[in-house]
Nanobody, 114 residues
């Protein structure tokens, strides 16, 4: 199993970014995909799960601002982040549990600052 995130960067408050996570090594369409983030000095925080192309759930902190989607034909899950705030600054990770094992990508840094 391999997960590779991309799309992070520096953005001003109120701006948007779209993160991508390309997965391989397992039947992507059959698995829920999760996004987490970890801010400096804080624990890793679950953000959203994409159960299928039309079913997802979100933590309250990002609901209405972040949107998860997936393209099963490309083995890719996306995280569209809008109305970004300085508190959204963190390393963002995608995650999957396959065969009872938990897998993480390397993370992508998102910095929200003037």
């Amino acid at each position: 199993v391999q997960l590779v995130e991309s799309g992070g960067g520096l953005v001003q408050p109120g701006g948007s970014l779209r993160l991508s996570c390309v997965a391989s090594g397992f039947p992507f369409s059959s698995y829920g995909m999760r996004w987490y983030r970890q801010a400096p000095g804080k624990e890793r925080e679950w953000l959203t799960t994409s159960f299928s192309e039309d079913m997802s759930s979100y933590t309250r902190a990002v609901k209405g601002r972040f949107t998860v989607s997936r393209d099963n034909s490309k083995n890719t899950v996306y995280l569209q982040m809008d109305s970004l705030k300085s508190d959204d600054t963190a390393v963002y990770y995608c995650n999957v549990i396959v065969g009872g094992n938990e897998y993480w990508g390397q993370g992508t840094q998102v910095t929200v600052s003037e």
